[in-house]
């Protein structure tokens, strides 16, 4: 009882009352302590100022060079003033005090923990506890700063250490870079230019965090980590590979650091498939902050990993390597814990590309995060939305097609539809879902704003039959797919459409009213971007917009596709090789893509006929026949301009020109309308807008220039006098 009263009331550092839950911890703290204020007894002896009796006030700096030179002349004095000077001698003594009788089975991640596991010899324990006391007591910086002769430097270094302990030899050892306290991130110290050798100043710390579990190894876990549990396990199903990497975890730890890539698309349950590999494994699984997982989070997150080496956890980093541009291709960069930290980190990823970046022998076998089916969508909307889902199984059935989310992204968005106050519609719903939706395809597309509605598309009967089977296909597809049973036969695949013509025929315009029509977004692919010509390069852009595109139901609208889908050509080169290859991946990629894919091309002959028979329909866009022409005439004169003195019979009859062209025309005929009519002083307030044959005449020939198309005045018929006026104007700015 005496001496366990005694012991409670030592000062373990300097500020009373401060010190860890862990007895061995104490003990070498104390003796860090007690070193540092014997060593301040003597810098004020050393340094020549008499009569100090207490610790009031800490002695003077002195020269830091000459302190050096004077260490060998005043060693002997200093080990008689230990044992004559009062309160060196009461420390001194204090010194011998034996360590506390060996802890059986200390707590996993404590102190003594560590001295046992790592097999710290007593000069070790010592600097790992000098260390550990200006991470506990604020008030060791300046004492520090004293026996360092330095006030700039407060935190302890190896030089230190080797002027403090009694037998400064035994440091060397750990001025190792590879040494256990270095090696396993308990002690960090700043990194030197040539970090094999030996830097004696380097300041040493201890982080934060590791500190804490080292002095309380039952304190609760560091706020950048959160615990992976039953409730992220719970429903997950492990594949036979993911239960041999539990089986592998849970052998004892090797020295290195090894990490388990988790393979899957965003918002599968990759925690789940974490926490479910750890409880087979019989251990316990924590997520790590996504900011820890940054490159410029490297020390924290080597702390991170620390502590789950110490609390026997395994560390989940759900933020996935980036892509570095560099060179032809992209270069991954992946943030990982030092290799030499025991830790089990798992890796989420969406491809193995990514993985790229991780040395090869820290890697274990793939851990793939299970995905949803069709079916297990709908059931797990429905469980999530719970007594909201009532009245919306075809909403839900249809959106579970539309958007192929995974279990956490629909727990996401569903959080959201269940706090509307009011009954979920189906437009809420849709929007909710499109909201989600971040296609990172960067420069390879660009959002496509729709502009028309369907009455505005004019086709021929023929084609505008097509064009509705076309719409009632994809609005048919889920029924199909999973209510008569196609998907599997079909790989659950959309439909792909060619639009083939001229140009100006209303390609473009086609597929903006079919966006418009299925209420789905539309992507114009950039063709520039997407080929590329260096080997290999164009495959992964293809990848990595399919892969984009096929989470959610969407439109990829490919112009001029035929630079694209060409024919494959004899392989002379390596390079006709590739570009085959290349083809033959696009073929692969389209057959499996379960969005719409749009083609449009005027060279339809220059298609590679085995891409032509994966089309679920190709539509022909012929030019306008002069009942197509007329109505287009009309359509495209804009709603609040007087066309009544337009004679649409005769411009339909007698220019065989396709929509594009005639969208081009009146656009030009109302500038110089509005043009001629401002000047005139006509427009204006109330003043209307009207268009005159005289302008729709003018811009007609004007277009047909453009097109390098022969016009004769006989074509003009009764308004020929418009063109000859044109032709007079042009002959006498010649003259002049």
């Known amino acids: 009882m005496m001496m366990a009263a005694r012991k409670k009331s030592e000062t373990v550092t300097l500020t009373p009352r401060l010190s860890g839950a862990d007895s061995v911890a104490n003990h070498w703290m104390r003796q860090a302590t007690l070193r540092l204020r014997r060593e301040v007894c003597w810098c004020w002896s050393e340094r020549g100022v008499s009569g100090q009796q207490s610790f009031a006030a800490l002695p003077p700096f002195a020269d830091r060079a000459s302190a050096s030179l004077d260490l060998s002349r005043?060693?002997?004095?200093?080990?008689?003033?230990?044992?004559?000077?009062?309160?060196?001698?009461?420390?001194?003594?204090?010194?011998?005090?034996?360590?506390?009788?060996?802890?059986?089975?200390?707590?996993?991640?404590?102190?003594?923990?560590?001295?046992?596991?790592?097999?710290?010899?007593?000069?070790?324990?010592?600097?790992?506890?000098?260390a550990l006391t200006t991470a506990l007591d604020a008030s060791m910086g300046s004492v520090i700063s004293v026996c360092l002769n330095d006030q700039t430097r407060t935190h302890p270094s190896l030089a230190l250490a080797q002027?403090?302990?009694?037998?400064?030899?035994?440091?060397?050892?750990?001025?190792?870079?590879?040494?256990?306290?270095?090696?396993?991130?308990?002690?960090?110290r700043a990194e030197s230019q040539r970090p094999a050798e030996t830097d004696w100043d380097a300041p040493l710390t201890v982080p934060t965090v590791v500190a804490r579990q080292l002095l309380f190894p039952d304190a609760p876990l560091p706020r950048g980590l959160a615990p992976l549990g039953e409730a992220e396990a719970r429903g997950v199903e492990l594949r036979e590979e993911a239960r041999l990497v539990a089986l592998r975890l849970g052998a004892p730890s090797p020295d290195s650091l090894r990490v388990v890539p988790v393979l899957g698309p965003k918002g599968t349950a990759?925690?789940?498939?974490?926490?479910?590999?750890?409880?087979?494994?019989?251990?316990?699984?924590v997520e790590a902050d996504a900011s820890a997982s940054r490159a410029e989070d490297a020390h924290y997150l080597n702390s991170l990993a620390t502590v789950c080496w110490l609390k026997d956890l395994?560390?989940?980093?759900?933020?996935?390597?980036?892509?570095?541009?560099?060179?032809?291709?992209?270069?991954?960069?992946?943030?990982?814990?030092?290799?030499?930290?025991?830790a089990t980190v798992f890796l989420a990823a969406s491809e193995r590309a990514q993985l790229a970046g991780v040395p090869a022998e820290l890697l274990l076998p793939v851990v793939h995060a299970p995905t949803f089916s069709y079916a297990e969508r709908v059931a797990y909307w429905k469980r999530v939305l719970g007594a909201k889902a009532r009245g919306l199984d075809a909403v839900i059935a249809e959106a579970s097609r539309r958007f192929r989310y995974e279990k956490e992204t629909i727990d996401s968005v569903g959080e959201g539809l269940k706090r509307q106050p009011r009954r979920i519609t189906e437009e809420k719903f849709y929007a909710a879902c499109r909201a989600e939706l971040d296609m990172d395809i960067g420069e390879l597309a660009s959002r496509v704003t729709p502009r028309f509605e369907r009455e505005e598309l004019v086709l021929p009967l023929k084609q505008d039959l097509q064009f509705a089977e076309h719409v009632r296909a994809m609005r048919a597809l889920t029924e199909v797919h999973y209510g008569w049973g196609t998907a599997r036969a079909w790989n659950e695949s959309g439909i792909s459409v060619l639009f083939a013509g001229p140009p100006g025929t209303g390609k473009t315009m086609a597929a903006e009213v079919l966006a418009t029509e299925l209420g789905l977004p539309m992507y114009r692919i950039d063709l520039s971007q997407v080929v590329n010509k260096y080997i290999g390069e164009t495959e992964k852009n293809l990848k990595r917009l399919f892969d984009a595109a096929d989470v959610s139901d969407v439109i990829l609208f490919f112009?001029?596709?035929?630079?694209?889908?060409?024919?494959?050509?004899?392989?002379?080169?390596?390079h006709d090789r590739?570009?085959?290859?290349?083809?033959?991946?696009?073929?692969?990629?389209?057959?499996?893509?379960k969005g719409l894919a749009i083609l449009a091309t005027n060279r339809k002959k220059d298609l590679d006929e085995a891409f032509l028979r994966r089309l679920r329909y190709v539509i022909d866009f012929p030019l306008p026949g002069a009942v197509e022409r007329e109505r287009i005439w009309r359509q495209m004169i804009p709603a609040g301009v007087d066309s009544s003195e337009l004679d649409f019979d005769f411009l339909a009859r007698q220019f065989q020109l396709a929509g594009g062209h005639i969208r081009s025309v009146v656009f030009n005929a109302c500038l110089q309308s509005a043009d001629g009519r401002s000047a005139a002083g006509v427009t204006g307030a109330g003043g209307g807008a009207r268009l005159s044959m005289r302008e729709v005449i003018v811009a007609l020939k004007r277009e047909y220039d453009k097109l390098n198309r022969a016009a004769g005045l006989e074509q003009f018929g009764p308004y020929a006098s418009f063109v000859q006026e044109l032709e007079h104007d042009k002959e006498m700015v010649a003259a002049r």
Request: aromatic content about 10%; charged content about 25%.
């Open 314 to 342: 395994c560390l989940f980093l759900g933020r996935e390597p980036s892509a570095r541009a560099g060179g032809h291709g992209a270069e991954s960069q992946t943030a990982l814990p030092a290799a030499t930290i025991p």
């Open 74 to 130: 005043f060693w002997e004095e200093k080990q008689k003033f230990y044992l004559t000077d009062v309160t060196a001698r009461y420390l001194t003594e204090q010194l011998d005090a034996p360590p506390p009788a060996s802890v059986r089975g200390p707590a996993r991640g404590s102190f003594a923990w560590v001295v046992a596991e790592l097999e710290l010899d007593d000069a070790a324990s010592f600097s790992l506890a000098l």
């Open 559 to 574: 112009d001029e596709a035929d630079a694209l889908f060409g024919k494959r050509s004899e392989v002379k080169d390596s």
């Open 270 to 285: 990759r925690r789940g498939a974490v926490a479910a590999v750890a409880r087979e494994a019989g251990r316990s699984a």
């Open 163 to 188: 002027k403090l302990w009694d037998s400064p030899e035994e440091i060397l050892a750990l001025a190792d870079p590879s040494h256990p306290l270095f090696s396993r991130g308990l002690v960090a």
């Open 578 to 593: 590739y570009a085959n290859l290349e083809i033959s991946y696009l073929l692969e990629r389209m057959e499996r893509f």
